[in-house]
């Protein structure tokens, strides 16, 4: 499975060790006990995420292949309870690979961390055409310390977060709650909520019954709400 984010970036889903039921499974060997009925599993399914109950949903991992933005990997990184490895700069050149936004934003006087879409076309314009001249430049100069022998890991630094990346990111399924929590909201950077939202799509699919205990009882953001309306 893989979902298309921002205008060059995706999610794919690689690969998931097990589903809902792991839980079930992982929660039930305290009493020595496994599978019941599948009515009597999705209540305790119900049951652990209302009472805070998060540990059996550690088994269950999910594997994804991401192409992001670096300022985007950069936020991706602050939640450490997962597993990441990224393309390197040192062993790879960059490629004319980065992030165009298509509207600009501009600060929001009602939440210091957010921004709001602006409906200045020129505004608009004139910042994209800055910003897309200031990364052509910077590759321009990337390219030229490349031809002059200078090393990819040094070359690089004159590079912007703008420029696309890619990474295996695995994580189990309460660390992915909470990153839902905190990044499928609207208090976190737009380019950022998209890559959580097609992350909680995937999520979704795989572990239904989890993602709407999840939304009834653990998640803290508003976005997935409003998207289920």
């Given at each position: 499975?893989?979902?298309?984010?921002?205008?060059?970036?995706?999610?794919?889903?690689?690969?998931?060790?097990?589903?809902?039921?792991?839980?079930?499974?992982?929660?039930?060997?305290?009493?020595?006990?496994?599978?019941?009925?599948?009515?009597?599993?999705?209540?305790?399914?119900?049951?652990?995420?209302?009472?805070?109950?998060?540990s059996?949903?550690?088994?269950?991992?999910?594997?994804?292949?991401?192409?992001?933005?670096?300022?985007?990997?950069?936020?991706?990184?602050?939640h450490?309870?997962?597993?990441?490895?990224?393309r390197?700069?040192?062993?790879?050149?960059?490629?004319?690979?980065?992030?165009?936004?298509?509207?600009?934003?501009?600060?929001?006087s009602?939440?210091?961390q957010?921004?709001?879409?602006?409906?200045?076309v020129?505004?608009n314009?004139?910042?994209?055409?800055?910003?897309?001249?200031?990364?052509?430049?910077?590759?321009?100069?990337?390219?030229?310390?490349?031809?002059?022998?200078?090393?990819?890991?040094?070359?690089?630094?004159?590079?912007?977060?703008?420029?696309?990346?890619?990474?295996?990111?695995?994580?189990?399924?309460?660390?992915?709650?909470?990153?839902?929590?905190?990044?499928?909201?609207?208090?976190?950077?737009?380019?950022?909520?998209?890559?959580a939202?097609?992350i909680?799509?995937?999520?979704?699919?795989?572990?239904?019954?989890?993602?709407?205990?999840?939304?009834?009882?653990?998640?803290?953001?508003?976005?997935?709400?409003?998207?289920?309306?």
């Amino acid at each position: 499975m893989e979902l298309k984010v921002l205008d060059k970036g995706f999610v794919r889903l690689v690969e998931v060790f097990g589903d809902d039921f792991s839980a079930v499974q992982a929660a039930r060997v305290s009493y020595g006990k496994g599978f019941t009925t599948p009515e009597r599993d999705k209540r305790l399914i119900y049951y652990l995420m209302e009472h805070g109950h998060h540990s059996p949903f550690e088994h269950i991992v999910l594997k994804f292949h991401l192409k992001l933005p670096i300022f985007v990997m950069r936020q991706l990184v602050r939640h450490r309870i997962a597993s990441i490895n990224e393309r390197s700069g040192r062993y790879t050149e960059f490629k004319e690979d980065w992030y165009i936004p298509e509207r600009i934003r501009t600060p929001d006087s009602q939440n210091k961390q957010g921004s709001v879409a602006s409906n200045d076309v020129k505004l608009n314009n004139d910042a994209i055409d800055l910003i897309e001249e200031s990364i052509e430049n910077s590759f321009a100069a990337y390219n030229k310390l490349l031809g002059m022998g200078i090393a990819r890991e040094l070359a690089r630094i004159v590079l912007p977060t703008a420029m696309y990346t890619e990474c295996y990111w695995t994580i189990n399924a309460r660390s992915l709650m909470n990153f839902l929590s905190l990044r499928a909201d609207s208090h976190a950077q737009w380019e950022m909520q998209q890559y959580a939202l097609t992350i909680a799509k995937i999520f979704k699919k795989c572990c239904p019954l989890t993602y709407k205990a999840f939304l009834k009882y653990g998640y803290t953001g508003d976005l997935l709400k409003l998207e289920e309306r």
